[in-house]
């Protein structure tokens, strides 16, 4: 039985895909309407529209029946049940410091169903009895990829992990520690088998330090400078320094920091400090590629994971460590005009569920990985939703960001590099 199965109620047995958007959450031909009242409000929509139908469809045990799953037409021949894995797990992972709010707030009793969802959802991914068991034997190196999103969201609301049942908790450490057979490239995945091991840490589990350790040292080595990191030995131009690199570098440091883990060449917590100084100077590279209106550019890989692309700014907002250069009001208005830029669309959505795309919907976009379970990542830049609606984030007056001050002839910082 669900927790609080508000919305059959609510709804009268109304299916996912009727899920809409209150119209007056967009607005309209690119206009940028950020205010202290509206932002919030915005965002916990937004979000709302995007997690809702997947996670209701989980916790009743219909993903697998009713999500209408769309692979990639570049797409490989892997096996497409990874899709219900990457749907909920890159879903969770952004959701996670919202369902974890206690606060008052306008969408309070949206947070308390939607938790709800998560929670049964969890049980239900590793119960081999549901119908909605997210698969975890298949021999896909994908999974690795995932499930580092499910253990890393556990890690940002430990409620989560925190009101399974005893044997839920036993089922999951089972299931992470059994994707160790899983060899991961010298790219960003090693961070997504450092991050499992930075939860079974957490959660008091035996950890493979040598996985946490690699991990590490091989960022150390593929640091470009500036703020930006390579992904394996050659750098790209891409967004992944988004996407993965400085957020689950962070995550990850901050767990070995807290459990005083040993590392070979340096202090773990002075690591910490150094990564999240160089995380704070990519943001403010972050926040001067968005343009007046709220657009940036198009480029690399992955380009359908959208919004994702800002997920340090996000993160680091979330985390009140934004750099002293970044004012929240700023972050905030960039934030909101980047989210407008790409969900004012609305073909992103179809019955409900994100479709493969960019600015809209696109599947000539995807990658030979993608599937539109892959797209639910884009919560990822939403992680500033785990601050209260009454704090400083939301109520500090709006601001202009540096291109909007640069192309309306104001004064605006210059920029240099950092050493660090």
Same mark, same amino acid.
């Given at each position: 039985?669900?927790?609080?199965?508000?919305?059959?109620?609510?709804?009268?047995?109304?299916?996912?895909?009727?899920?809409?958007?209150?119209?007056?959450?967009?607005?309209?031909?690119?206009?940028?309407?950020?205010?202290? $009242?509206?932002?919030?409000?915005?965002?916990?929509?937004?979000?709302?529209?995007?997690?809702?139908?997947?996670?209701?469809?989980?916790?009743?045990?219909?993903?697998?029946?009713?999500?209408?799953?769309?692979?990639?037409?570049?797409?490989?021949?892997?096996?497409? =049940?990874?899709?219900?894995?990457?749907?909920?797990?890159?879903?969770?992972?952004?959701?996670?410091?919202?369902?974890?709010?206690?606060?008052?707030?306008?969408?309070?009793?949206?947070?308390?169903?939607?938790?709800?969802?998560?929670?049964?959802?969890?049980?239900?991914?590793?119960?081999? =009895?549901?119908?909605?068991?997210?698969?975890?034997?298949?021999?896909? %190196?994908?999974?690795?990829?995932?499930?580092?999103?499910?253990?890393?969201?556990?890690?940002?609301?430990? $409620?989560?992990?925190?009101?399974?049942?005893?044997?839920?908790?036993?089922?999951?450490?089972?299931?992470?520690?059994?994707?160790?057979?899983?060899?991961?490239?010298?790219?960003?995945?090693?961070?997504?088998?450092?991050?499992?091991?930075?939860?079974?840490?957490?959660?008091?589990?035996?950890?493979?330090?040598?996985?946490?350790?690699?991990?590490?040292?091989?960022?150390?080595?593929?640091? $470009? %400078?500036?703020?930006?990191?390579?992904?394996?030995?050659?750098?790209?131009?891409?967004?992944?320094?988004?996407? $993965?690199?400085?957020?689950?570098?962070?995550?990850?440091?901050?767990?070995?920091?807290?459990?005083?883990?040993?590392?070979?060449?340096?202090?773990?917590?002075?690591?910490?400090? *150094?990564?999240?100084?160089?995380?704070?100077?990519?943001?403010?590279?972050?926040?001067?590629?968005?343009?007046?209106?709220? *657009?940036?550019?198009?480029?690399?890989?992955?380009?359908?994971?959208?919004? *994702?692309?800002?997920?340090?700014?996000?993160?680091?907002?979330?985390?009140?460590?934004?750099?002293?250069?970044?004012?929240?009001?700023?972050?905030?208005?960039?934030?909101?005009?980047?989210?407008?830029?790409?969900?004012?669309?609305?073909?992103?959505?179809?019955?409900?569920?994100?479709?493969?795309?960019?600015?809209?919907?696109?599947?000539?976009?995807?990658?030979?990985?993608?599937?539109? %379970?892959?797209?639910?990542?884009?919560?990822?830049?939403?992680?500033?939703? %785990?601050?209260?609606?009454?704090?400083?984030?939301?109520?500090?007056?709006?601001?202009?960001? *540096?291109?909007?001050?640069?192309?309306?002839?104001?004064?605006?910082?210059?920029?240099?590099?950092?050493?660090?």
């Amino acid at each position: 039985m669900l927790r609080r199965d508000f919305i059959t109620a609510a709804l009268a047995g109304a299916t996912a895909s009727s899920f809409t958007m209150p119209s007056s959450a967009f607005a309209t031909n690119n206009e940028v309407k950020s205010n202290t $009242v509206d932002d919030y409000n915005y965002f916990s929509n937004l979000l709302q529209k995007i997690v809702e139908p997947v996670f209701y469809l989980i916790a009743h045990e219909k993903l697998h029946k009713e999500f209408p799953l769309e692979v990639s037409p570049n797409a490989d021949n892997r096996n497409k =049940k990874v899709a219900y894995l990457e749907c909920f797990a890159r879903a969770i992972s952004g959701a996670a410091p919202w369902l974890a709010l206690q606060a008052e707030g306008s969408d309070k009793q949206a947070r308390e169903r939607i938790l709800d969802y998560a929670l049964q959802a969890y049980e239900h991914s590793v119960n081999p =009895k549901s119908a909605d068991y997210l698969n975890w034997e298949i021999a896909e %190196g994908q999974l690795l990829v995932d499930s580092s999103y499910y253990t890393q969201a556990m890690l940002r609301a430990p $409620v989560l992990w925190q009101q399974q049942s005893k044997q839920t908790q036993q089922r999951i450490v089972e299931k992470i520690k059994a994707l160790r057979t899983v060899t991961p490239p010298y790219t960003n995945w090693l961070l997504f088998a450092a991050m499992n091991e930075a939860f079974l840490l957490q959660v008091g589990e035996q950890h493979d330090p040598i996985r946490l350790d690699l991990a590490i040292r091989k960022f150390s080595e593929w640091y $470009v %400078g500036d703020g930006w990191y390579g992904d394996g030995e050659h750098f790209a131009f891409d967004y992944y320094n988004s996407y $993965v690199i400085h957020p689950m570098l962070l995550d990850i440091l901050k767990v070995m920091a807290e459990q005083k883990v040993y590392f070979w060449r340096d202090k773990i917590d002075k690591l910490h400090a *150094t990564e999240l100084k160089r995380s704070q100077r990519f943001c403010e590279h972050l926040e001067r590629l968005i343009s007046p209106t709220g *657009t940036y550019p198009p480029i690399g890989r992955s380009l359908t994971y959208r919004t *994702t692309a800002f997920q340090p700014l996000s993160q680091l907002a979330l985390q009140k460590q934004l750099p002293d250069s970044l004012q929240q009001g700023t972050v905030r208005s960039a934030l909101r005009a980047v989210h407008q830029a790409i969900f004012d669309n609305p073909t992103n959505f179809k019955d409900g569920f994100l479709q493969i795309g960019f600015a809209g919907a696109n599947p000539a976009l995807g990658d030979w990985y993608s599937n539109n %379970g892959s797209m639910y990542i884009t919560t990822n830049s939403f992680l500033h939703l %785990g601050l209260p609606q009454n704090d400083p984030f939301w109520t500090e007056p709006a601001k202009p960001w *540096t291109q909007k001050l640069a192309f309306s002839g104001q004064a605006f910082k210059k920029d240099y590099p950092v050493d660090y």
